[in-house]
């Protein structure tokens, strides 16, 4: 049984999982970057994550999604990148889709985005 965890937690998961894909590692820094927050914000974040066991962080300050991280972290961005897909595909332009996907990611059930990955499965 996991804990639940917050919608900006799941955002946090997800951007160092985009960052690990594009630069190799993640470190808070980039989180920052990526996202716009402060460094300040993203430290408090990266410890609570880390208290919860989601993260680690080794000496050189690298990040590393631990598997309830790295779990959690794949479901979103698989939405995220099939929602926006699917957006851009019914002609919304890829900017906004990629913010209205950051905001239906975290709310649409199990179910509904099965359905929606099955009734659009070629996109």
Known sequence: ?????????????????????????????????????????????????RENGYISMDKNGELHLL????EIAERIYE??????????????????AEEDACKLEHDLSEVSFAKLKEAFKDI
């Open 1 to 49: 049984m996991s804990l639940p965890i917050y919608e900006s937690a799941e955002d946090y998961l997800e951007a160092i999982l985009r960052i690990q894909e594009k630069k190799g590692v993640a470190h808070s820094v980039d989180i920052a970057e990526l996202k716009h927050y402060s460094k300040a914000s993203v430290s408090v974040a990266m410890k609570k994550l």
């Open 67 to 70: 598997p309830p991280g790295l």
């Open 79 to 96: 939405r995220h990148q099939f929602l926006t897909r699917l957006l851009v595909s019914i002609g919304v332009d890829e900017e906004t």
